[in-house]
C-alpha cells in the first residue's frame, strides 16, 4: 500500500499544474498487469537526441505568432485554457460575467457556459472532438476546492454536468476522443477513480482506483502515474476496451518522474529534483535521453506537451519549445507567459505590460505548429 507521503507527492504535483464520487459507480478489479511492449530496434542512421541547445526564435515564428493573435470581443478579457485543430477554448470576462467559451477557427467565441460566480469559479481545461466539448470548472480560488465537469453539444448549444469533485485528489485534464470522456476525481480515503463516459450521455463506468494523478492520452493508450509502493511508475489502458495494456519497455521501467507527456510516439518527462532534466524518448530510440538539463530552460520544469513535431513546457520565468529533430530549443513567449494545445495547433499566452496592473494586456496567439519550419541546429 501506498504512504501517505506518496499520495501528497503525487497529488501536489497535479495542482502544480493547474478533486463526490458518481452515484453507483464502483471501481473496477485491475486485471494482470501486462508485459511491457519491447522497444523497437533504432535505425541505424537515427540521431540520438541529447544536450539540446537553445537558440533564438526564428523571425518566421514571430511572425506567424503575430497573425495568428487571437481578438475576443470588445471589452473582455480572455484568458487562454487550451487549444487543438481548429478550436480554442478561451475564458471570457466581460459586464461582470465570466464564461467558459469555445473560438473555432477564425469565429467568434460561442458560449459554452456562463459560470454561476464570476469571481470565484474559472476555467480549468478543456477539449473538442468537433462535436463534443468538455470542460472543467474549478469552483473556487484554491486548487483544492470543488470542481465540476461538463458536456457540451455544438448541435444543440446545451451543457450538461458529467460529474462534481468535492473530495480531495487530481485536479481534471478531461481527456476526449472516439466521443468517450475520461478523467479522474477522488473518492475518499486517498484514493481516486478514473472513468469514462460517452460525451452523448450515460452513465460513467469506473475503470480503474489507486493513488493516481489524472490521465491523458498517448496515441491509443490512456495513461497515469500512480503509486507503487514508495514512489510513482506510469500504469495504462487501452482507451477503447479499457483494458490493461503495455507501455514500451523504456516507459513502462520509468519510476518516479513527473509531468509526463506523449503522443503515444514521442514521450517527454521532468526527472530528477534537485537537478531536473526534460527527459525525451521517441519510438525508435534505444533509451531516453536528457534533451535539456543544466541551464534556465530546466529550472523549474513543468506543464510538459508533447504537440507534433514539438515538445512543450513552462518554467516559473517563461515557456520553450524543443524541436528534437534540430536538437535544439527556443524560448516562445515573453517572461511569465505559457503554451497550451495538442493536435498539431499551438497556443501561447502572456500579457503585455505588467500583469498585476489593470493596464495590463493579455495576448493570445494560436498558430499551426505542424507548419513552422524547424528551429536552428545547434553549432
Known amino acids: 500500500m501506498a504512504t501517505s507521503g506518496s499520495r501528497r507527492r503525487l497529488w501536489a504535483a497535479a495542482l502544480l499544474l493547474a478533486a463526490a464520487q458518481t452515484a453507483g459507480c464502483t471501481a473496477a478489479e485491475p486485471g494482470p498487469r501486462p508485459r ?67 473560438v473555432l477557427g477564425g469565429g467568434p467565441p460561442r458560449t459554452l457556459l456562463t459560470l454561476a460566480d464570476p469571481v470565484e469559479h474559472q476555467l480549468l481545461a ?33 451543457a450538461r454536468r458529467l460529474a462534481r469533485a468535492d473530495r480531495p485528489g487530481p485536479l481534471p485534464r478531461p481527456v476526449l476522443a472516439d466521443g468517450t470522456v475520461h478523467w479522474a476525481q477522488g473518492v475518499g480515503g486517498g484514493r481516486a477513480t478514473v472513468y469514462a463516459a460517452p460525451a452523448a450521455g450515460g ?10 494523478d489524472a490521465p491523458f492520452a498517448a496515441g491509443r493508450l490512456l495513461v497515469w502515474r500512480e503509486a507503487a509502493g514508495p514512489g510513482t511508475r506510469l500504469a495504462a489502458v487501452d482507451r477503447a476496451s479499457l483494458r490493461p495494456a503495455a507501455l514500451p519497455a523504456p516507459i513502462a521501467a520509468l519510476r518516479d518522474v513527473r509531468a509526463v507527456a506523449s503522443d503515444g510516439t514521442t514521450w517527454a ?111
Open 203 to 212: 452513465p460513467p463506468r469506473a475503470v480503474h482506483t489507486g493513488v493516481l
Open 36 to 102: 511491457p511492449a519491447p522497444a523497437p530496434s533504432p535505425p541505424a542512421t537515427q540521431r540520438t537526441l541529447a544536450d539540446a541547445c537553445e537558440v533564438p526564435l526564428p523571425a518566421a515564428w514571430r511572425a506567424a505568432l503575430e497573425a495568428g493573435v487571437l481578438r475576443p470581443p470588445g471589452g473582455a478579457r480572455a484568458v487562454l485554457v487550451d487549444a487543438g485543430p481548429g478550436w480554442t477554448a478561451v475564458q471570457t470576462t466581460r459586464d461582470g460575467r465570466r464564461q467558459a467559451a469555445l
Open 269 to 379: 518527462w521532468v526527472a530528477g529534483e534537485e537537478r531536473q532534466r526534460l527527459m525525451v524518448w521517441r519510438t525508435g530510440d534505444a533509451r531516453p535521453v536528457a534533451a535539456v538539463t543544466g541551464s534556465p530552460g530546466a529550472d523549474g520544469v513543468d506543464q510538459v506537451r508533447v504537440n507534433g513535431r514539438l515538445v512543450t513546457w513552462r518554467t516559473p520565468e517563461t515557456s520553450y519549445a524543443l524541436d528534437p529533430a534540430a536538437g535544439s530549443y527556443a524560448r516562445i513567449t515573453p517572461p511569465y507567459g505559457y503554451a497550451q494545445g495538442g493536435g498539431g495547433t499551438l497556443a501561447v499566452a502572456y500579457s503585455e505590460g505588467n500583469a498585476k496592473t489593470a493596464g495590463a494586456r493579455p495576448v493570445i496567439q494560436v498558430v499551426r505548429a505542424d507548419g513552422l519550419p524547424a528551429l536552428p541546429a545547434c553549432r
Open 126 to 158: 478543456a477539449g473538442f472532438d468537433g462535436r463534443h466539448a468538455v470542460f472543467a470548472v474549478l469552483e473556487g480560488r484554491t486548487l483544492d476546492s470543488p470542481w465540476s465537469l461538463y458536456a457540451w453539444d455544438s448541435r444543440t448549444g446545451e
